[in-house]
C-alpha cells in the first residue's frame, strides 16, 4: 500500500499543468537582484605624476539590490530543450565608493560622505539609478522530469538598453551609456502543480560593453577609471 502513494509525486497526484507538450507557450516572473559595476582602473591613476586624480585612493563599486518584473514566451524544440524569450523591465541602483585622502577632499562634492579616521581617509559614495529594459534570448535545457520536478540549466544573451535619456544621465557624477549587451548564465529547478508551474531560478548576467562615459564624469575621478561593465546576481520565480 505504502508503494502506490509514493508514486503520486510530491505534491500529491503527478500534475500534468505547465503546457509541457505545446510548441508555444507563456509565463510571467518577478526577480530582484544585487547588481554592480566591474570597474577598472586607467594607467593615469597608477601613474603618480597624474595630477587630476592625485586625490584619489580608491574606487570601489558597491553592490546594491533592485527589483525586475517581466514575460516568458517559450518555444518548444524537445520535451528537454526550450529556447526563451523573457522582456522584462529592472530597476536597479549602482552604488561607488571613492575614497580620497584626508587631506586632499573637497567637502563640497556630492553623496555621503563618510569619514574614516583609522585609515585618515574620507569616502563618497556616489549613487545612479537606472531602469532597463531587457530583452534576453536564453537556451534552457532540462533534466527528465521526476515525478513533479525537473532541474534545469539556461544560459544565453540579453540586448539592454536604459529608459533614461543620455542628456539626463550626464549630469550624474560617474556617467555610463545606455546600451549594453550582457552574457546570462544560471540554474533552477520546475515544481509542477494542479494549475500550474512554480521555477525559483539563479542567474548571473555580465556586461560585455565598456559602459564608461569619460567626458561627462566629474573631474575628480574621470581619469582614474578606463572601463565599467555592469553585473547583477538575480533570482527569478518564474510562474507558467
Same mark, same amino acid.
Given at each position: 500500500?505504502?508503494?502506490?502513494?509514493?508514486?503520486?509525486?510530491?505534491?500529491?497526484?503527478?500534475?500534468?499543468?505547465?503546457?509541457?507538450?505545446?510548441?508555444?507557450?507563456?509565463?510571467?516572473?518577478?526577480?530582484?537582484?544585487?547588481?554592480?559595476?566591474?570597474?577598472?582602473?586607467?594607467?593615469?591613476?597608477?601613474?603618480?605624476?597624474?595630477?587630476?586624480?592625485?586625490?584619489?585612493?580608491?574606487?570601489?563599486?558597491?553592490?546594491?539590490?533592485?527589483?525586475?518584473?517581466?514575460?516568458?514566451?517559450?518555444?518548444?524544440?524537445?520535451?528537454?530543450?526550450?529556447?526563451?524569450?523573457?522582456?522584462?523591465?529592472?530597476?536597479?541602483?549602482?552604488?561607488?565608493?571613492?575614497?580620497?585622502?584626508?587631506?586632499?577632499?573637497?567637502?563640497?562634492?556630492?553623496?555621503?560622505?563618510?569619514?574614516? =579616521?583609522?585609515?585618515?581617509?574620507?569616502?563618497?559614495?556616489?549613487?545612479?539609478?537606472?531602469?532597463?529594459?531587457?530583452?534576453?534570448?536564453?537556451?534552457?535545457?532540462?533534466?527528465?522530469?521526476? $515525478?513533479?520536478?525537473?532541474?534545469?540549466? =539556461?544560459?544565453?544573451?540579453?540586448?539592454?538598453?536604459?529608459?533614461?535619456?543620455?542628456?539626463?544621465?550626464?549630469?550624474?557624477?560617474?556617467?555610463?551609456?545606455?546600451?549594453?549587451?550582457?552574457?546570462?548564465?544560471?540554474?533552477?529547478?520546475?515544481?509542477?502543480?494542479?494549475?500550474?508551474?512554480?521555477?525559483?531560478?539563479?542567474?548571473?548576467?555580465?556586461?560585455? $560593453?565598456?559602459?564608461?562615459?569619460?567626458?561627462?564624469?566629474?573631474?575628480?575621478?574621470?581619469?582614474?577609471?578606463?572601463? =565599467?561593465?555592469?553585473?547583477?546576481?538575480?533570482?527569478?520565480?518564474?510562474?507558467?
Amino acid at each position: 500500500m505504502a508503494l502506490p502513494s509514493f508514486g503520486q509525486g510530491m505534491f500529491g497526484l503527478t500534475s500534468g499543468s505547465g503546457s509541457d507538450n505545446k510548441t508555444v507557450s507563456y509565463g510571467f516572473f518577478l526577480a530582484a537582484q544585487t547588481s554592480t559595476y566591474q570597474l577598472k582602473y586607467s594607467d593615469a591613476f597608477l601613474n603618480p605624476t597624474t595630477t587630476s586624480s592625485s586625490n584619489v585612493q580608491s574606487i570601489n563599486p558597491q553592490f546594491s539590490p533592485g527589483f525586475s518584473l517581466g514575460f516568458i514566451g517559450i518555444l518548444r524544440f524537445h520535451d528537454q530543450v526550450q529556447l526563451l524569450f523573457t522582456p522584462k523591465v529592472g530597476f536597479y541602483e549602482y552604488k561607488t565608493e571613492v575614497r580620497y585622502f584626508n587631506d586632499q577632499v573637497d567637502l563640497d562634492l556630492a553623496g555621503d560622505i563618510i569619514i574614516d =579616521i583609522e585609515n585618515k581617509g574620507k569616502s563618497v559614495v556616489y549613487n545612479s539609478e537606472a531602469t532597463m529594459v531587457e530583452l534576453p534570448l536564453l537556451f534552457k535545457y532540462r533534466s527528465q522530469r521526476f $515525478n513533479n520536478t525537473r532541474m534545469y540549466f =539556461i544560459g544565453g544573451a540579453s540586448y539592454n538598453f536604459r529608459t533614461k535619456a543620455q542628456d539626463e544621465a550626464d549630469i550624474e557624477d560617474l556617467v555610463t551609456t545606455g546600451q549594453d549587451v550582457s552574457l546570462e548564465m544560471g540554474m533552477g529547478f520546475e515544481i509542477y502543480f494542479k494549475y500550474f508551474k512554480f521555477a525559483p531560478e539563479i542567474r548571473f548576467s555580465h556586461g560585455l $560593453n565598456n559602459a564608461y562615459r569619460r567626458e561627462n564624469t566629474i573631474p575628480e575621478i574621470a581619469d582614474a577609471i578606463s572601463s =565599467i561593465k555592469r553585473k547583477s546576481i538575480t533570482l527569478y520565480l518564474n510562474f507558467q
